[in-house]
């Protein structure tokens, strides 16, 4: 198939207004309403409607006393926390242009992009993060203005705005339309300077009111319960924006969560209770392998793996009866996953809060066993696909019928197309604007309002997506083989030992690999053997450790045919960074910045 189109929700209200309208409405509508979840001393405490409504309503009075005006571009740099989904509403109610800037950026990053967007005005989180701008300061003269959230910003601001009438805000309210634009998101940029793309409030309020509406079961634990999620996604990602503006707007409780360590985030998830939430596929990961963990360590490592083997095999028999072919799963299969839920299923859903029964995965693509696993333990995930382009989610599988493996039909409204070289384009109301400044950029990706992605996929009779790879990212060896990296890399990475997993050879003989340790997973593995835990640099030549890499690679191998197979591989002693650029922030391979980092290893895999 070659183009997908999911007609539009029926009765869709056309949009109106701007993304703060609504912070308004609730507080009229229904002020009791709690709508957001705030930790205060190490306690999570409510704030309703009406709450949250005046709190944007003094900051925003706060911010036009300090000068900023109608269409400029402030920045935000922070990790996830309240303070943020304020300062948003806050920008966005007085039409203002908000420019998310990742807390890790460094002084050269942060430089460009505020740059490249005139920011008028930025909101930091801490002092590290303001002496980064100061070290760039001199270079930005249309900056004017600094706040520091852990100084006191939002005080600092309200008591600065309190002279000024409701009316004024409201003024700036009202000259907001759709069309306006809400933010400029820097693309995480694997190659190059990262471009600033476009989002209007029209974009916003079609993503997000369409996955509020065909998705509302997901939020729930049962019909008729309050919905709620804790967001720890970064906000600075369209990913994390996406879920807070959902939230927002489709009265779901939320709170933030700005640490992914397990330590921070298991005692948050048990304390929240979220119904759902949302995450990248390396979350999953971490929580079933730290489950597998727990469970060896207990002497219980077999039980567990026939406990996931049967959560496979139910989910998949429910899948087959979903799509009409099979008629379910069978008695005895039903008796032993009886069974298991209260053993081992129940357990791990406890440990992410108990309430949690649906689950969304966005971000990169999620192993189709992995998938499998987590729906027959009882918490679904609805695997999409999107880009920043796109205002985030392009496709997702619906919730009637999940196809694993896939990332779902086109949204509502919005139409897949396969180009002929494999390539996906994308048409819908959420495709961006373009590319602040960057003309030639925009002309490259958008054609007549379909958003050529830049990723290959396929498309299924049934309209499902499954992403390949990216075109750049297209390895040809010297042979002149075509080689899709992805599905290889995945393949290693599903290891439990393996962290990360990078696939060269591009004009070189053969396909090799670069292959970096999960340092958790590998000490549970040391202990387990009676081994003392090494230097880095004397554990990657464990002949055991590089056995059990080895078994991770003849799997990918499986995939693929001998000439596009991994011939050999080297381990690394250090994982790969954002801190020393070789990630983007949202956990994307840096190929170019890796392959030069590591050259000498990867001139070894050709010469040894």
């Given amino acids: 198939m070659r183009e997908f189109t999911s007609p539009p929700l029926a009765s869709s209200a056309p949009a ?9 409405d609730h507080a009229q509508e229904d002020p009791l309403h709690i709508a957001l979840g705030r930790k205060v001393d190490g306690q999570w405490t409510d704030v309703t409607s009406a709450e949250f409504c005046a709190e944007v309503l003094a900051l925003a009075k706060g911010l036009l006393a300090q000068g900023v005006r109608f269409g400029d571009r402030v920045a935000l740099m922070s990790r996830t926390r309240y303070e943020w989904t304020l300062f948003d509403f806050a920008l966005w109610t007085i039409g203002a242009q908000v420019v998310p800037i990742y807390p890790t950026s460094s002084a050269e990053q942060v430089f460009w992009m505020l740059h490249d967007a ?31 959230l852990d100084a006191g910003a939002v005080g600092e601001l309200t008591a600065a705005g309190a002279h000024i009438e409701d009316e004024t805000v409201h003024r700036h309210r009202r000259a907001v339309t759709p069309d306006s ?27 997000c009111d369409t996955i509020v509406r065909r998705w509302e079961p997901v939020f729930h634990t049962k019909p008729g319960d309050e919905p709620s999620t804790l967001l ?9 924006r996406m879920v807070q503006v959902a939230a927002v707007r489709g009265k779901v409780r939320f709170g933030h969560q700005p640490d992914l360590s397990a330590a921070a985030l298991l005692p948050d998830l048990a304390a929240f209770r979220p119904t759902f939430f949302l995450a990248v596929p390396y979350i999953f990961e971490k929580i079933f392998h730290a489950a597998r963990r727990k469970a060896e360590l207990g002497g219980r490592a077999g039980p567990f793996d026939k406990a996931a083997d049967c959560a496979v095999k139910y989910a998949e028999a429910q899948e087959q009866k979903a799509f009409g072919l099979g008629p379910g799963p069978s008695a005895a299969l039903r008796m032993q996953h009886g ?33 499998l696993f987590f729906a027959g333990a009882g918490v679904h995930i609805y695997e999409g696909y999107g880009l920043t382009e796109s205002t985030a989610a392009a496709t997702a599988n619906p919730p009637e019928r999940t196809r694993f493996g896939t990332v779902g039909q086109p949204l509502p409204g919005t139409t ?83 962290a990360q997993c990078i696939v060269v050879g591009n004009d070189r003989p053969y396909i090799a690999a670069l292959v970096t340790l999960d340092s958790d997973a590998v000490e549970h593995w040391l202990s387990m053997r009676g ?14 450790l590089e056995m059990e890499v080895r078994r991770a690679v003849v799997a990918a191998n499986t995939l693929v045919s001998q000439a596009e197979s991994i011939r050999t591989f080297r381990i690394l002693a250090h994982q790969f960074t954002e801190e020393h650029g070789l990630l983007t922030p949202s956990l994307k391979l840096k190929r170019k910045a890796i392959e030069q980092a590591y050259s000498a290893e990867v001139e070894a895999l050709y010469t040894s």
């Avoid at 835990?533 to 554990?539: I, K, Q, R, S, V």
């Fill in 118 to 148: 005139q920011v008028s005005s930025c909101v930091v989180e801490h002092e590290d993060h303001a002496m980064t701008i100061g070290s760039v300061i001199d270079r930005l003269p249309a900056l004017e203005r600094l706040w520091q």
């Fill in 339 to 371: 069974l298991f839920d209260k053993l081992v299923y129940a357990k791990l859903r406890e440990a992410m809060g108990g309430r949690v029964r649906h689950a969304m995965s966005g971000g990169s693509g999620m192993d189709r066993k992995l998938g």
């Fill in 416 to 498: 897949v197309h396969i180009a002929e070289d494999g390539e996906v384009w994308l048409h819908g109301a959420h495709v961006f604007q373009g590319y602040l400044g960057d003309p030639k950029a925009t002309d490259a990706v958008l054609h007549d309002g379909w958003l050529a992605t830049g990723d290959i996929g396929a498309l299924d009779e049934d309209g499902f997506l499954t992403i390949t790879g990216r075109k750049k990212e297209i390895l040809v060896t010297s042979g002149g083989k075509s080689v899709s990296p992805t599905q290889l890399e995945e393949r290693v990475r599903d290891h439990p030992l393996v």
């Fill in 531 to 544: 081994k003392a835990t090494p230097a880095p640099e004397d554990l990657v030549r464990d002949p055991d």
């Fill in 232 to 240: 720890f996604l970064p906000l600075a990602h369209v990913f994390g």
């Fill in 181 to 207: 634009v809400a933010t400029v998101i820097y693309t995480s940029g694997t190659t190059g300077r990262p471009k600033g793309c476009v989002i209007t409030h029209a974009n916003f309020m079609f993503q």
């Fill in 16 to 24: 109106v207004g701007g993304l703060a309208d609504v912070v308004f």
